[in-house]
């Protein structure tokens, strides 16, 4: 292990800005026990990328091997909803031992999604356990001391009005997403236009607003897409995240999803926009009893109920996984228009590649050849391409102490190393058009696997 550790540092001396590599490391040095040095190289990874889920991953590992609560939270937290269910236990647990209250219920409520019969004793324990008392003032003798104050781990989480986002008016439009024209102009008919020209619609008996279910494999736009419609149509934008509307307490998730529709009511012509909705409306067969199966229901009630009032006020769901989604969600009058975002097309590619060079020194690149070689990127996956192309030259740079331009050859080699991450997606895909879309659901992933295989 120790010979692995000081050719993985090696390397390191000479690529230092490859976070995979540094994050490979600190896992070496983790599984050796040396959790100290771990948790310094994990931390520096994050420190490079914030966003990636595996230098985080180790950080919490390592700070929990350390038995250091308050950085586990810090690592951990970010990532909750990527993290194993023993994981998030151990990030409930340790939140409410250090004393981070919000990120503790945040994240029992979550493990309270994910596992709706579950009761942790020790997690509840810790959350009611009294804080570190404050000096007391001097009291005046005879004077009757002042009732208690509940402690800040009893209380009751925020009001449903607190809790709920507040609304933008995004200044991205359809012009700022590249290619992918013929989804456009489908995602103008089914939200654009509606909030545009409402009288026109009405007077050919088309309701003016509903809901668009966005689907396709991760990294491909769907939130950009969304805020863009937004932006396009001026509608007032919410967006809605899971920890947003889950809560631990009995019926505050129902009264957080609730308040939510009453702003966007309040606010029409608004977009109401769900990331990752299976999340809030998963199937409720696999959800048979708990919060889960009444969250599902409360959000078929704001979509289409009786006291439901939703003209102007146009509800936007992205999933990776459709197949997961409640059937009756998709039913009229709910998500009944339903959009597959692929990815991106050579178009949308080469305005990707452009977009992640912009502010890079680069020769003069063919990027429409690049982009013609990247057939199933995301849209995520070309900006790791242009990060490890950029790596290479700056590897360069520091070995010879000369700055020099990204070429074409450098990411034309990262090609090797970067592949798309949407196949796995796409092969899930396959066998959902192949076994289960009688209902034509899928038609659109068929056409887009057909065109793969015809070279289109």
């Given at each position: 292990?120790?010979?692995a550790?000081l ?31 771990a ?19 180790v950080?919490g590992?390592?700070?929990?091997a ?7 939270v ?39 999604a994910?596992e ?14 009294p ?9 005046a ?40 024209e ?15 020209r ?16 966005l ?54 012509p ?8 299976e ?7 696999q ?10 229901n ?71 050849s ?7 990127y ?35 080699a ?13 092969e ?29």
């Amino acid at each position: 292990m120790t010979t692995a550790v000081l050719a993985l540092r090696e390397a390191l001396a000479h690529s230092p800005g490859n976070v995979p590599l540094r994050v490979h490391l600190a896992r070496t040095l983790l599984e050796a026990g040396r959790a100290d040095e771990a948790a310094i190289e994990a931390r520096a990874a994050v420190a490079q990328d914030g966003d990636r889920a595996d230098a985080r991953e180790v950080l919490g590992a390592a700070a929990a091997a350390l038995g250091d609560d308050a950085a586990l939270v810090e690592a951990w937290f970010p990532i909750r909803t990527q993290l194993a269910t023993d994981d998030v236990r151990t990030l409930a647990l340790a939140a409410a031992r250090s004393g981070r209250l919000t990120e503790a219920r945040d994240t029992y409520a979550l493990l309270n999604a994910s596992e709706p019969t579950v009761h942790d004793l020790e997690i509840d324990r810790a959350l009611r356990a009294p804080g570190p008392e404050a000096p007391s003032a001097p009291v005046a003798r005879g004077t009757p001391p002042a009732p208690a104050a509940p402690p800040a781990e009893a209380r009751r989480p925020a009001s449903a009005e607190e809790a709920r986002p507040p609304s933008t008016r995004p200044s991205i439009t359809f012009a700022d997403v590249g290619g992918l024209e013929v989804l456009k102009e489908r995602l103008r008919m089914d939200i654009v236009y509606p909030l545009q020209r409402p009288d026109l619609f009405r007077a050919y008996g088309k309701k003016i607003g509903g809901g668009v279910l966005l689907y396709g494999p991760p990294g491909c736009g769907k939130t950009h897409l969304a805020r863009a419609a937004a932006g396009e149509c001026g509608a007032n934008f919410f967006v809605v995240e899971i920890q947003a509307v889950l809560d631990m307490w009995l019926g505050e998730s129902e009264k957080r999803l609730h308040a939510i529709f009453e702003a966007a009511r309040a606010a029409a012509p608004s977009i109401v926009f769900f990331d990752e909705i299976e999340a809030i409306g998963g199937a409720r067969h696999q959800v048979r009893h708990g919060p889960g199966r009444r969250l599902v229901n409360q959000l078929l009630a704001e979509l289409d109920g009786a006291g439901a009032s939703n003209e102007a006020v146009l509800v936007i769901g992205a999933t990776n996984a459709p197949w997961d989604v409640d059937p009756a969600l998709r039913r009229p009058g709910r998500f009944d228009r339903v959009v597959f975002v692929p990815p991106p097309d050579a178009a949308a590619r080469e305005n990707v590649l452009r977009l992640a060079l912009r502010e890079r020194p680069t020769e003069t690149l063919d990027l429409a050849s690049i982009a013609r070689r990247c057939s199933r990127y995301s849209g995520a996956d070309l900006h790791h391409l242009v990060e490890v192309a950029s790596e290479r030259a700056l590897t360069e740079a520091l070995r010879t102490g000369k700055m020099r331009p990204i070429t074409q050859s450098d990411v034309l080699a990262s090609l090797d190393r970067v592949r798309p991450t949407t196949a796995e997606w796409l092969e899930a895909a396959r066998r959902y058009v192949a076994y289960a879309n009688q209902s034509g659901l899928y038609d659109d992933v068929a056409t887009y696997l057909r065109g793969l295989e015809t070279g289109g």
